[in-house]
């Protein structure tokens, strides 16, 4: 930042360095903003790399899909809602169904959580920026790139049409000629590096840079919930980036991974797909609890029941998950025992939830509810998960499951589980965090409608196809012929899912009328116990002007501490980084006692830039396997750019140094 | 918050450090989980491609020893002085961290020479059948991580001998050091895949 530097020439003694200070208005505090805001312009705007100036960005790209996913469903809704219809033909449905399905997926689900996760991490562990975060915007970049190309070749004709999890050998190089796929793969190895890179982040902000005190058994439900979903990013995502990787290359360069003629085998892909595609549902639905275990206990106005529970449940569902793509492929010829054996634990899985739901009721009934919007999505979560659940446990009984393979019960299925466990909550969430994001409230009485409406048309459009499936009407048809008994229930569930695009409408209405009309949140406007609300809202650019000390898991709810509590000394806050460098303050793993001052670099254009040629190699090499060689240039100078010390910052850096054992 | 505002002063604390406790650390092992998961999954995709084919490997002899096994000495021997600079920039030497560093540097490029004749003692092609796919996708994915790191350490080199030097940049020799032995201990697994199991009857 070169108006903070301006302040203290490079050079200057350490001892006249700004120390963080007081409160808002101070000249410390000013210092602060300054230090820590975006520097301004359209190259700085490029430039950015403050972890809520991208999680905004991040958030909005990622509501844009939805809303891009949503209109593809509505037009397939559209087109079922009468028998024999001829608003698309098949090949632009196996488009329609593909592109909703990734978007649904790739583009929407797991991306939202990490971007709202990217907003609050930091905020909710009292410090002033999430770690890594050149490399944080870099991963907003690239995803954003990957998710533009996917819709513009689609806008052009082009499509993916083999279906999100792509199977091959239809979406191999004979039966899927063109470039379809192949956009298709990219677009994954484009989504993922960003997830990876993103869980590398939030991993290492969790661990490091938590607010004195706050030891691990007093870190919010919240971000427990994103550390075990970044651990399972880490190892779910490389299955399905080497699989996306092995399928390009099938189709541009002749390998045999997947090509049975030549010793290659198609039941490969769909272990690495599935390896990845089960414990994905996971990603989506872990910060759903998150969620859920944030709101909760603010609107029971009591600390949340079984905290301890809670987290080793989150982590017994994380290693579940991975044990059990298999269900995924009872239709496909394997050993009998395995089978068996990942029946069992689809059904195990079933217990580390109940644990989970069973404190949300406790909680919840040993409190003095107050039945405000993010409230009610969550009691429609309750409602819904109940009976996906129950629907998940019928599938994974493989009699049954073969029965409905592939019909419209699977599909009510995973609507029941993915809306129901991620997009309940992750509404709820968006009335919850608004006012602390934009500093204003949003409308309590729209809110209502927005939910009713949402909940009304969810099981108007989705349970009905329950009874489909039963009755024999395949997924992925894109129509059907009249006298099969499907005609009427066709019709409601469209009828349901435009009453779902008026309850997103209505909450889009919402949300911008609340920007400027919405009431004054204050700091604290729901009256709850963590961190994030400790802060002004909006929060200023460093977060924090005085970074909390933690005395207990809700900050917000303890009793003051004075002096007679103990023998160490009640401190408040922090004191002593630098006001006029960005400075952050590292704690132990553990114990989250102070450990290091680290600084951290300005911003930079480098990220967009090394973003911009990753691009242009992965889209060349749809085109050309040279891209890879020549497309590795330009990434290797961006990259050595943004990694090279600035000889200004340097010193300022040298001005703060002290070695690890003086 | 409380009226009486007590401050922890923490202007005292070192500005860097080693290990886990710097945030580099933390960075260092997300990677090497991720590629470690890759690593694992690419080999497990050779032997469940192998358990699927009568003949293996298909229509080719095993890959001939020689070079791969020069190689293999090559990394290990060059764990020495990757340990060698990890240790001198610990101690925050800056002569000793910049000659083992450049003395590391020297055995990857002689690896990554070696590897060209690698290849071509393959006797399969990627695009032959499935076996020579998942053998190049195997050395492939290795050498990949070899380019970058060896990459990654010289530009780290230059930055040692033209500044701007601080502290942070002994803390980042020695997480490229972790890295490297990351590339060198998951070289031994894919050896142990590439040369023997094509061997094994
Ligand atoms: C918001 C209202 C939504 C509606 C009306 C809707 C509707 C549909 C329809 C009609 C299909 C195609 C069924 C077929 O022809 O086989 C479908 C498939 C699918 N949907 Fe949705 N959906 C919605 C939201 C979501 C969300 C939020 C997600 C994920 C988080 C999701 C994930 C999927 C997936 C993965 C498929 C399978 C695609 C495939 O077969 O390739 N949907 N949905
Ligand atoms: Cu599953």
């Given amino acids: 930042m070169q108006n903070a530097h301006a302040m203290n020439p490079p050079g200057d003694a350490p001892a006249s360095r700004l120390k963080d200070g007081p409160g808002p208005g101070s000249r410390e505090a000013a210092a602060l903003d300054a230090t820590w805001s975006d520097p301004p312009g359209l190259l700085g705007w490029l430039a950015a790399v403050n972890h809520k100036s991208i999680a905004r960005r991040f958030i909005a790209t990622t509501f844009f899909f939805f809303l891009a996913g949503g209109l593809l469903a509505l037009v397939m809704r559209l087109q079922l809602a009468r028998p024999g219809s001829k608003l698309v033909g098949p090949d632009l449905y196996n488009q329609l169904f593909t592109m909703h399905g990734s978007t649904m997926m790739f583009l929407f689900a797991v991306p939202v959580m990490q971007a709202v996760a990217v907003y609050l991490v930091p905020l909710m562990l009292g410090t002033r920026s999430i770690a890594f975060p050149r490399l944080n915007a870099f991963a907003y970049w690239i995803f954003l790139f990957g998710g533009v190309m996917l819709y513009v070749v689609f806008v052009l004709g082009a499509g993916p049409d083999v279906g999100w999890f792509s199977y091959v050998p239809l979406a191999g190089p004979d039966y899927s000629p063109g470039k379809r796929a192949d956009f298709w793969a990219q677009m994954i190895t484009f989504t993922e590096l960003s997830a990876l890179l993103e869980a590398i982040v939030v991993i290492t902000t969790v661990f490091k840079l938590r607010a004195p005190g706050m030891t691990l058994n007093r870190i919010p439900l919240f971000v427990w919930a994103m550390l075990v979903t970044a651990f399972m990013v880490l190892f779910a995502m490389p299955s399905v980036m080497l699989a996306s990787t092995m399928l390009i290359m099938d189709r541009l360069v002749g390998s045999h991974f997947f090509n049975p003629a030549e010793g290659g085998d198609v039941v490969l892909w769909q272990h690495l797909f599935w390896f990845f595609g089960h414990p994905e549902v996971y990603l989506i639905f872990l910060p759903g609890l998150g969620f859920l275990s944030a709101i909760i206990p603010t609107f029971a106005r009591r600390p949340i029941f079984g905290y301890t529970a809670m987290v080793l449940s989150l982590i017994a569902t994380a290693f579940l998950a991975f044990g059990l793509w298999v269900h995924h492929m009872f239709a496909v010829n394997l050993p009998e025992l395995g089978k068996s054996f990942f029946t069992a634990a689809s059904m195990l899985i079933a217990i580390p939830s109940a644990v989970q739901i069973f404190c949300w009721l406790a909680t919840l009934w040993s409190g003095k509810l107050d039945f405000k919007t993010p409230l009610l999505f969550v009691l429609g979560f309750f409602f819904i998960l109940v009976l996906g659940g129950m629907t998940g446990i019928m599938l994974a009984s493989v009699p049954l499951d073969l029965q409905v393979h592939d019909s419209y019960f699977v599909v009510a299925h995973l609507h029941y589980v993915l809306i129901g466990g991620a997009v309940f909550p992750l509404f709820g969430a968006f009335y919850y965090w608004y006012p602390k994001i934009t500093g204003r409230l949003m409308s309590e009485r729209l809110g209502r409608w927005n939910f009713w409406l949402f909940f009304t048309g969810f099981n108007v459009a989705f349970f009905p196809m329950h009874l489909l499936g039963l009755k024999g009407m395949p997924r992925r048809v894109y129509t059907y012929q009249a006298g099969l008994g499907w005609d009427t229930m066709n019709m409601v569930a469209t009828i349901g899912a435009l009453t779902i695009a008026a309850a997103v409408l209505l909450f889009i209405v919402n949300a911008v009328r609340s920007l400027r009309h919405g009431a004054p949140a204050g700091a604290n406007p729901w009256g709850a116990g963590t961190l994030e609300w400790a802060t002004e809202s909006p929060p200023p650019p460093c977060n924090f002007h005085a970074i909390p000390v933690v005395h207990g898991r809700e900050p917000l709810w303890e009793p003051p501490r004075t002096e007679a509590d103990g023998a160490r000394p009640a401190f408040t806050h922090v004191g002593g980084l630098a006001a006029d460098t960005r400075e952050l303050l590292a704690t132990t793993v553990l114990d989250a006692r102070p450990d290091l001052r680290v600084n951290f670099p300005d911003p930079t254009i480098w990220p967009f830039v090394s973003a911009v040629a990753v691009t242009a190699l992965f889209i060349g090499s749809i085109f050309t396997p040279w891209a890879v060689v020549w497309g590795s240039i330009p990434i290797a100078i961006a990259l050595t750019a943004w990694f090279w010390p600035q000889r200004a910052e340097t010193s300022v850096h040298l001005s703060l140094e002290r070695k690890p054992w003086q | ?201």
């Fill in chain 2, 1 to 201: 918050m409380a009226m009486t505002r007590r401050e922890l002063d923490v202007s005292g604390l070192p500005s860097y450090a080693f290990g886990h406790r710097s945030l580099m650390w933390w960075g260092t092992f997300g990677l090497i989980a991720i590629e470690g998961t890759l690593f694992a999954l690419a080999i497990g995709s050779y032997l469940y491609l192998r358990s699927q084919s009568d003949a293996w490997p298909i229509g080719a002899p095993p890959p001939q020893l020689l070079w791969g096994t020069v190689n293999t000495l090559i990394l290990l021997a060059s764990t020495w002085p990757n340990h060698k600079a990890k240790r001198a920039a610990e101690a925050c030497d800056l002569l000793r961290t910049r000659r083992w560093l450049m003395t590391g540097l020297a055995f990857s490029v002689a690896f990554l020479v070696v590897r060209g004749f690698e290849f071509g003692a393959l006797h399969t092609r990627w695009d032959s059948n499935a076996y020579g796919s998942i053998v190049w996708m195997l050395l492939g994915l290795h050498t990949v991580h070899l380019l970058t790191d060896t990459y990654d350490t010289a530009v780290l080199g230059v930055l040692l001998f033209t500044g701007p030097m601080e502290g942070q940049r002994f803390a980042d020799v020695s997480e490229n050091a972790l890295y490297w032995y990351f590339v060198v201990f998951s070289w031994l697994p894919i050896y142990a895949v590439v040369y023997g199991v094509p061997r094994l009857q």
